[in-house]
């Protein structure tokens, strides 16, 4: 079976840090998405991108986040300083462009900011 | 913008009854809609996929429907066996966009 790598699995980190989270989509999937998972608020999008190119990063704390897509194989979230807040489990998933069938989520990220 | 909301948030169930999770959205111009589960700690697996066109796709004791005009989908687990507890998430895809957008959830507890 096909599936979205993400690494690493578990991350614990000290405030101030930088953290960075990596995933790998299916191959051929075109459509790359980040979520943030917490007990509070649920799933949130943080970035998507299609192509490599982002199409809406709205749901990012710009100030602090960033997401990119060095090539197809690889997209990354940076977090800058990080912050006890930003505790959560991050997702990854992606799909072909018109979502047809559907989108493939990875394992996730656990994050812990102490 | 579409809002998605699932009731009941928890259930708890002897083993062997049959149930129904629902799922509700506010815009009815969708793609599709996808179930999801999901164990503790771990990430989200497919359950099934529906396309607005369609009205229902089974998979083994699943059976998933869409009413698009009322704005719900169903997932009806016949059967249910402990190894069915899990949270179940529902995710629509608005028509004109790209991103799936979650409902809270269903936490599912089976007893044997």
């Known amino acids: 079976d096909a599936r979205v790598t993400q690494t690493p699995r578990d991350k614990v980190t000290e405030m101030g840090q930088e953290v960075t989270m990596r995933c790998q989509p299916i191959l051929g999937h075109n459509t790359v998405f980040w979520y943030r998972q917490t007990m509070m608020q649920g799933l949130e999008l943080l970035a998507y991108f299609r192509n490599r190119a982002p199409l809406d990063d709205s749901g990012m704390p710009k100030d602090r986040f960033s997401a990119e897509m060095p090539d197809a194989t690889l997209a990354t979230l940076k977090i800058q300083p990080s912050e006890p807040r930003d505790s959560a489990v991050y997702f990854c998933?992606?799909?072909?462009?018109?979502?047809?069938?559907?989108?493939?989520f990875g394992s996730g990220t656990r994050l812990t900011v102490v | 913008k579409q809002e998605v909301t699932q009731i009941p948030a928890a259930l708890s169930v002897p083993e062997g009854e049959n149930l129904v999770l629902n799922c509700s959205f506010t815009?009815?111009?969708?793609?599709?809609l996808q179930w999801f589960r999901q164990d503790p700690g771990k990430g989200l697996t497919s359950l099934l996929l529906i396309q607005s066109s369609q009205r229902e796709q089974t998979s083994g004791r699943l059976n998933a429907s869409l009413d698009k005009s009322s704005g719900r989908s169903t997932l009806y687990i016949a059967a249910s066996q402990p190894g069915d507890s899990a949270t179940y998430l529902c995710a629509v895809l608005t028509s004109g966009t790209y991103k799936y957008i979650f409902g809270t959830g269903t936490r599912l507890k089976v007893l044997a």
């Open positions: 998933a992606s799909g072909l462009e018109t979502g047809n069938y559907g989108y493939t």
């Open positions: 815009d009815s111009a969708i793609y599709n």
